[in-house]
Every structure is written in C-alpha cells, then in structure tokens.
C-alpha cells in the first residue's frame, strides 16, 4: 500500500470529500432532457471506451468475417449460385410465358377484329430439320378444317401455305422456301409481280420492269392473284432495289417473324383480311377494298413462279 | 487533548486552541438553527450566514485542515438539509468544506486572533464561499447567476463585521491554556 505524505494527507482528503459531495451533486440533479447528471457524467466518460470497443469489436468480427469464416462463406455462396441458377431458369420461363401470352393475345384480338372471316389459330410444333427448306408444322390438321393451299398468315404479315395435311397436324411451307411465295404488288405503284424465297431469310420480287419506280422501303402487299392469300396482306418491305434487264432486281424483308414463328393463323377461306398496317392504309387501292372472289389468274402462283 | 498547545511554523508560533466538550456541536446546532428559523420571521436576516461563520471561526481556531473541511463538510451538509428539496445535497457541503479547508490552512499559517484580520478574512472567505457556490450553481445546476453584485459585497461586509464581532464572544467557548 502506497504511504501518503502527512501534509498531503489533508489535501487528499479535501479532494476525496469534494468528489464524493460532487457526486451526490450528480446523483440529485436532472437535467431538462438528458436525464440526472451522474448518468450523463457516466455516459460521457463511458463514450470514448465504448465507442473504441466498438471500433475493435468490428474489427475482430471482420476479420473473423473475412478471413476465418471463409468455410461457411463457400458454402454460401454455392447456395446462392445453385438459387441464383434456378431464379435465373424461372425468370427465363416467366419471360417465355409472358412472351406467350403476349402473341396469344394478338392472335385473339386480330381473330376478334376479324369475326367474319374464318381461320383457325395454330401453335407451331416443329420446323424443317435443315437449310434446305423453309417449313414448319402446326398442331391444326384436317379435323379442324385445315386444307393444302391454305394460307397462313400472321398478325404481322403473310407466313407462307399449307402444303401437307394430316389429321391433327399440318406442314406449312414458308415464303422463303425457295418453292414458296405469293402473287404480291407494290403498295405505291400497284405494280404487281410475285415474291418468292431464295433459301435466305429475305425474298425477291420479280418481273418488275426496270422503268418501273420502286422505293428502298416501300411496302408490298398481297396481290389476291395466287387464289392463296386474300388481297392486302403485308408481305414485307423493300429492302434493296438493283437494276436490271429487263426486270429489276428487288429484295424484300419480310413482314412477319419468319425466324421465330411459334404461333400462326390459317385462313380457311379466302375472305378478304383487313390489316391496320401502314401499308395497306397507304396504297391508293386502299387496305379495305374487299377482294373480289373471281379471281383467277395465276393459279399457281402461290408457288414458285 | 484539553489543553492549548503551540504550532511551530518556522519562526512564527500559532497556539491552537480548545474548546469545551459540546461547544463545536452546540454551536453549529445553534447556527443552523439560526439560519433556518430566523428568515422566516426577519426576512432581512437572510443576508447572513452563520454556518458559515461557525465554519471559518473554528477552522481557524482548531488549524487542523482535515478537522476543520470535515466539519464545513457536516455543517455545509446540514445546511443543505434544512434548506428544502430546492437545494441539492452538497450545495452548501462543497462550498464549506472548502472554506473549512482554507480556514484551517490559513489558520495555520497566520494569526488569525486580531479583529482587523477577522474581519479581512471573513469577507474573503465570504467572497470564495459565494465564488464556489456560484460555480456549482452555473456548471452543475445549469442555472446562470451573476457571479457578484452589489448585495452581495453588502452581505460580505455584514457578515464580516459580524463575525468578528461573534468571534469575540466565541473567544470565551476556549479553554484555558
């Protein structure tokens, strides 16, 4: 035990009284808002230690963190990669339906502007198994009314015909099959000549005059002379106009997703279709002409011309 | 230790006094009292302060620092206790035990006997009292109050003249060396 010095000693003592009479002070006293002052004393000396035992608790649980609780971080993060995986399938499949949904709901609402002409609604099952030919098979066949020579049609635009039928299911051959097209004209000039396919996911127009004046970007429509598809339907745009003798060289982007077909139309007569595209709003003969049922030139060429 | 004995400080020599048994009890009781009652009757009165007077009285007589902060300590304290849940305990305890301190130190040191330096010391200590409890009342209590004015350099001044006065009679409580 450490001896005080005598004439300290009163000095100590004075010091010990007046700390114990200050706390008894701060045990009396409240402050307004802060409470009584030995606790806003105690709390004010406690701060710093608390705040630094803060500090280095945090710094002690981060390193625990980072460094020695890696085994349970893997393992973590294996569980949020395999959930993270299965929320990324599940949102694909979401995205799909909801896509889905969306062309059903176009497919209906144009079956509902067009009440009056019969068609049937098909899902795609199947496309050709090489490059060789365009074609795809839908779920709709005899038993619901299909026929060959059917057109097929999209709520974009003209898909192709219906060139095999079996009882549930149908092949359908796309225009750009190299065998396919349809009788087409153009919507400014009504100029008329066949649009067939190459093999390439374009088509070309052909026997159209190189005095005729055709626009990159103008659009074509059907013609209603292939006996197939009814009149104004949208065949695509021009997408590239080359000189030629006689004819002009034309390529044409096709209106309808002939790349990603998943559902379709088949018109079951060849009632006339109105589109609400610009095209056919456009040409002078105008989209809403009804097609005369008489037609009969160029019976064939649905095919290739 | 009844009789008086003599402190050698270097060259000075400062007696210490006694007092009869009871007599810094009694008059302390009979201080507080005072200071209690009297108020209340002559309001006037309240301008002096006699446990205070009691403090520095034998402070400087007993010139024992330890003694004399411990008995401003008790005296300050009963003080606090008669003045009403309004004071704090230690209010007046800090303030005397202080003044009990330096009373006795000064004691110790000076010849404290003569009227003139009585009557000096009692304003000063009077002074440091009021400096201490202004202090505790500014930082502790948090109530801002004028550190000194005019009534109080005039309750100083009566207090002093009265202690030395009361010291005088206090003188007889001593036993006789």
Redesign the interface.
Known sequence: MVAIPSKH???T??AG??IA??L???V??K?DSRGR?IRVWAVSAAYPFERSGAWGFGQIRGVWTHYFALQSTERENEALRIENDSLKLTISQLESKAAEADRLAALLNFKQTHEKVPMVGARVIAASAGMASRTIEIDRGEQDGVRRNMAVITPDGAVGKVIEVYGKTSQVLLLTDKDGGAGAMLVDTRTQGPVGGTGEPTMQMKYVATEENVTVGEKIVTSGMDKIFPRDIPIGTVMEVKPGNPFKQIRVRPAAKLDRLETVIVLLSQEPVEFKSEAAQSGPGGATSPAPNTQNTAPAAAEKP | MNEAYELRTGETHIEVHKFYPGAVVLVAALALVFQATAPVYFPRLSILDLPLLATIYFGLSRRNPSTGLLLGMVIGLAQDALSGPTVPLGFYGIGKTVIGYLASSIGARLDTEHPAARFALIFSFFVVHQAVLMLTRRVLLAQPEAWFNVHLAIAAGVNALLGTMLFLVLDRLRRNS
């Open positions: 000693k009163s000095l003592l004075l009284v007046l009479q200050l008894l002070l701060a009396q006293i402050r002052l």
